[in-house]
């Protein structure tokens, strides 16, 4: 918590200091293929609750995650994949019917229907969580310390500029 508050501050420096305009200096090129490759690591990441496959512990390296899928593959569950492909040919072709309502928002509610009306046997934010708190938890501040924040400035540093970056080459991508 105290890394993400310290990103945060970082941050709103960053912006008042006007470090957004640098982003005219990084090409296209780059910029799109830092896009692909977070797009691509947010996809691996997902194969796992895509397929409804039963791994334990999946590794947090990219590379180290597809052995690991490879040897489970064979623990997929067919209702999941069902609702998954549902989902996203949801996702892909609602467009083209009409734009006035987002096509995840439709796909989310279909998929929900679809699992719980034919009682389909796929893992859930309740199943995988447990249930979820009906109130607002009372806030906690973390107690912070010279020695933290000493210890904790680099990855805020991290946090902060990934942060920045993803954005701002998202809203270029997004321009384009």
Known sequence: ??????????????GLAKFGT??????????????SGIAIIIFITQVKDLLGLKIETLPSEFLEKIPVYIENISTFNPQT???SV?????IIFFPFITKKVPGIFVALIAGTLISQFFGMNV??????FGAIPNSIPSPA???ITYAKVYALIG???TIALLAAIESLLSAVVAMV
Not at 22 to 35: A, D, E, M, R, W
Not at 123 to 128: A, G, M, P, R, Y
């Open 22 to 35: 640098l982003i005219k200096f990084i090409p296209l090129p780059l910029i799109t293929g830092f896009t």
């Open 81 to 83: 994949v069902i609702v």
């Open 141 to 143: 501040f973390p107690e």
């Open 1 to 14: 918590m105290i890394a993400t508050i310290l990103a945060g501050i970082i941050l709103i420096i960053m």
């Open 155 to 157: 990855p805020a540093f």
């Open 123 to 128: 893992e859930t934010i309740s199943s995988k």
């Open 86 to 90: 549902i989902t996203l040919a949801i």
